[in-house]
């Protein structure tokens, strides 16, 4: 493809996103396809010559719409929201058009200072304490892939400062060399890191058992012992604060190291918050490393009203969003500030020659602030939707949904089959049909079967629960309205009564 194709292609695809997007309402939401479907459509070679573009695109309704399950659809309701905007798709061309990898300052300084400003205009935006920003300090901001990433990566973070505490870093170094050890005949190579294994073997994390799976996995990959601490039902499924003071001090009178508590603002089966203020004061008594996890609920920040679920973010030593699932930022964009610099960059940095430069000591280099060593050029499409929309329109936007959540509720209230199972915080309703697990599991299942809408469930406390979240930007009240017949269509099949 040459430069004056290009221009042609990409003209017809943006047609087509434009077209795509302002069709969704026609399409089902969910694809009629079977696992394997795309097998009999794509060769199991690729081809020997080159094929003109118009066969590329004629393929993307019949093999790839016909298998896709359209999140953006404005009756798409399913898990939380993944966000989609026109600006956001216009800093993601200009990045893979830019295709640079800004690891190091010197790499693409506009890459790392256009990230380090975003940072710094998000954590305004949404009200974070001054330090976590650069002009500030002496905290920062970075935007990594997911919040998956984040809470590992504060993991690491917590870790390694314990590690310091004892005098040792992140390094397990080979202090002996191979022939000593065969000499001495006692594997002696491990013995000089006893100290690194034993300390490790002793740190815990915490976390609700509402947390997202992330917390555990995050745990799982850094070899951390976790506790799920028990949430509190009489307080909307927030964590028993006082179970996890006991845990914390058992912990330590068995001579265990507590390193982290992740607390979580907006949980994904409930959207429940934990007592961010409580958690932060016993975080601090016990000097412990107090991760915030907001991944959706962070973007409503931007609206001051929202923010007393912040109370008690002073004790905050990382916090992490999602502009990617509700500000309208596509993905990937994961934001994650930590309220000190060298907190994670202590875990990250390695030193290689070759990455080296002049500069490096008037600036950060984003490479000790993640796993990876590559990055795209991400702080672009939030540049675009910061200044697009505005705060003004990210408030708009927050508060648009947040109001279609609470018609939804509405509506449930008209139909005495049905109960809220937990009162309505953000953009998702949690609801069920009064009455069995296995009936609320046979009306999900008649739901989603339809295709028309999509939701998705969960189990709190062994009580099945079906979701229903605004996900898209374009979801109108019609589309709610839409959704609340469908559903209560689908519970007349299986209860087959509806109140007058
Ligand atoms: N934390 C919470 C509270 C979430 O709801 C989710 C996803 O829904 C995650 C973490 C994981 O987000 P990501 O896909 O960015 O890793």
Known sequence: ????????????????????????????????????????????LPPEQGEPWCN?????????????????????????????????????????????????????PSCTELEMRMMDWLAWMIGLPEYFQFKYGPGGGVIQTTA??????????????????????????DDQDDDEDQEDG?????????????????????????SHSSVEKAAMLSATRIRLIPVDREKNYSMNVDRLRKRII???????????????LGTTNTCSFDNLFRIGEICSEFRIWLHVDAAYAGSAFVCPEFRHYMHGIEHATSFTMNPHKWLLVNFDCNAFWVKDKSLIEDAFIVNPVYLKHENQNRI?????????????????????????????????????????????????????????????????????????????EKLLQSINHGKEIFLTPAKVNEQFIIRFAICSRTTEE???????????KHADQIILQRPK
């Open 1 to 44: 493809m040459n430069s004056d194709e290009f221009r042609e292609a990409s003209k017809q695809l943006t047609d087509y996103i434009a077209d795509y997007i302002e069709g969704l309402r026609q399409r089902s939401v969910v694809p009629d396809v079977e696992p394997g479907y795309l097998n009999d459509l794509v060769p199991e």
């Open 56 to 108: 590329l695109f004629n393929d993307i309704e019949p093999v790839i719409m016909k298998g896709m399950t359209h999140w953006h659809s404005p009756r798409f309701h399913a898990y939380f929201p993944t966000a989609n905007s026109y600006p956001a798709i216009c800093g993601d061309m200009l990045s893979t058009a830019l295709a640079c990898i800004g690891f190091t300052w010197n790499a693409a």
């Open 148 to 173: 998956s990433e984040s809470t590992l990566i504060a993991i690491l973070g917590a870790r390694t400062q314990i590690l310091k505490q004892y005098g040792l870093d992140n390094r397990i170094a």
């Open 186 to 210: 006692q594997g002696g190579q491990y013995d000089g890191h006893s100290k690194h294994y034993e300390l490790l073997g002793r740190m815990v994390a915490y976390a609700s058992n509402q």
């Open 250 to 264: 058992a912990d330590k009178q068995r001579g265990l190291i507590p390193m982290i508590v992740i607390v979580t």
């Open 364 to 440: 950060l280099d984003y490479r000790h602030w993640q796993i990876p060593l590559g990055r795209r050029f991400r702080s672009l499409k939030m540049w675009f939707v910061f200044r697009s929309y505005g705060l003004n329109g990210l408030q708009k936007h927050i508060r648009k949904q947040i109001e279609l959540a609470k018609l939804f509720g509405q509506l449930l209230k008209t139909d005495d089959r049905f109960e809220l199972f937990d009162e309505i915080r953000m953009g998702l309703v949690c609801f069920r049909l009064k009455g069995s697990n296995e009936l609320n």
């Open 478 to 488: 019609m589309d709610v309205q839409f959704s609340w017949n469908l559903i209560q």
